[in-house]
């Protein structure tokens, strides 16, 4: 088991370049999550899919921020422009839908993002 | 949204139990506890999780009273490695994906 792997694990950019993360959830993890962390705001959940449907993405801070999940096997996050205030960790993470609603997340290692 | 409360930091010495206690008086009848560690630069880690009662697994234990307003999570002679941030989550419902600020725990030699 390969884990979730995350891409980049480093972005630097410049304010309002477009970027672009991505994540592979484990396999047979049915649902996927995209968090970010920053020392001021701690671990936000930002939206998250089942079965590549987006659930809930009232996290997303505003419309420069996007996600997709096109298969099951592949997510982005998508920032256009992207902005200083976006630099963050950004984690995804998965889980299995059909073991019940209380089974645990399994976290990427992230991608840093600093937006000069 | 069954709000948790957990202290912000704790110190420990080497050797010692630590108990992180975590306050969630809303908790719903569906609701489980789940407690995860993330160490700086990695994504948090599932730890352990539970209903009721008392759970024990090969890192910790989870001590949950009769009315489930609280739990603790036990880490028996932590070691320098254990230094890290613990989360409690509570839900079952989508809730129990909300992350609160955490409790960091620092091991001192």
């Known amino acids: 088991d390969a884990g979730v792997i995350q891409s980049p694990r480093h972005e630097v950019t410049e304010m309002g370049q477009e970027v672009t993360l991505r994540c592979k959830p484990i396999s047979g993890h049915n649902s996927l999550f995209w968090y970010r962390q920053t020392m001021m705001r701690g671990l936000e959940l930002l939206i998250y899919?089942?079965?590549?449907?987006?659930?809930?993405d009232s996290g997303m801070p505003e419309d420069r921020f996007s996600a997709k999940m096109p298969n099951a096997s592949f997510s982005t996050l998508k920032i256009q422009p992207s902005e200083p205030r976006d630099s963050a960790v950004y984690f995804c993470a998965s889980r299995p839908l059909g073991r019940g609603n209380n089974s645990p997340l399994h976290f990427g290692n992230g991608t840093r993002l600093t937006v000069t | 949204l069954a709000k948790t409360t957990q202290p912000i930091s704790m110190d420990s010495y080497e050797g010692q139990e630590v108990n992180i206690t975590c306050s969630h008086n809303n908790i719903a009848t569906n609701d489980y506890i789940t407690w995860y560690q993330q160490f700086p630069s990695q994504g948090p880690r599932f730890i352990i999780q539970?209903?009721?009662t008392k759970v024990t697994n090969e890192v910790a234990s989870l001590f949950i009273p009769a009315d489930r307003k609280s739990s603790t999570l036990s880490l028996p002679r932590v070691s320098l490695s254990d230094t890290a941030v613990y989360y409690c989550l509570v839900g079952a419902t989508g809730n129990q994906f909300y992350f609160g600020t955490g409790t960091s725990l620092t091991v001192i030699p």
């Open positions: 899919f089942n079965n590549n449907v987006p659930i809930d």
């Open positions: 539970g209903y009721k």
